[in-house]
């Protein structure tokens, strides 16, 4: 693949990121999103011929509240992108790919940090997700570009295990729209919260929507092992 320098994706992140963290409002399921369908039982569970690889890091609390160490499962021959500021592991031929797959962690209460008020926090954020994957350009001033809607097929959308919840997406957009700006994609959202705790990890992942078959089930697996 020809090698060319990431871009468009970081500044797709960083505008991703920013939305979902600082939504603080649910709403009905946004037009053009799916529910969760049978064909991906299968990426419950991780792909026994798939290697995931343990790592531990620091993430800081939010409010200035410390910090916390974090246990992780990542894909063999992934590694840390410093580049970011954020904590971000990607594969070590990330350059290669004009859309790299990556998966992010990070810590926030997503609204009042009362330990009481973070379960519902985490439900308004994932709702804040589907919103925001479903309308690609917000508020541009370009009534054209904010008429855009991308078709958000849901793959996954559960609770698992008492303290953990996850959300896995198809990203997909009408033909005639350009590939390179309106990417194809997957994306898996995995929150984390203990009971008490006044904050959740958040992890992240995602990849280009041609490398479904060989990644979606060892991210969700990797985003599914996130504890701390």
Request: net charge negative.
């Amino acid at each position: 693949m020809t090698k060319r320098v990431p871009m468009i994706y970081l500044c797709m992140l960083a505008l991703t990121t920013c939305l979902f963290l600082l939504t603080g409002c649910g709403g009905d399921q946004a037009p053009g999103t799916d529910t969760a369908e049978t064909e991906v039982e299968a990426s419950k569970e991780a792909d026994p011929n798939v290697t995931l690889q343990e790592e531990s890091f620091v993430l800081e609390l939010p409010m200035n509240k410390g910090v916390r160490t974090v246990k992780a499962q990542i894909p063999q021959e992934w590694m840390r992108n410093t580049d970011f500021g954020s904590v971000v592991f990607q594969p070590e031929n990330k350059d290669d790919f004009f859309y790299p797959p990556m998966i992010q962690y990070t810590t926030t209460c997503g609204g009042s940090c009362e330990a009481a008020a973070i379960p519902a926090n985490i439900e308004k954020a994932i709702q804040g997700i589907k919103d925001t994957l479903t309308r690609p350009n917000i508020n541009t001033g370009d009534a054209e570009l904010d008429a855009v809607r991308a078709e958000v097929k849901v793959l996954l959308d559960e609770r698992f295990e008492e303290d953990g919840w996850i959300l896995a997406a198809a990203v997909t957009y009408a033909e005639e729209l350009s590939s390179a700006r309106y990417i194809p994609r997957i994306v898996i959202h995995a929150f984390r919260h203990h009971s008490g705790d006044e904050f959740f990890i958040q992890t992240t992942a995602h990849a280009s929507l041609d490398q479904k078959d060989a990644l979606l089930t060892v991210l969700t697996a990797a985003c599914r092992a996130t504890n701390y």
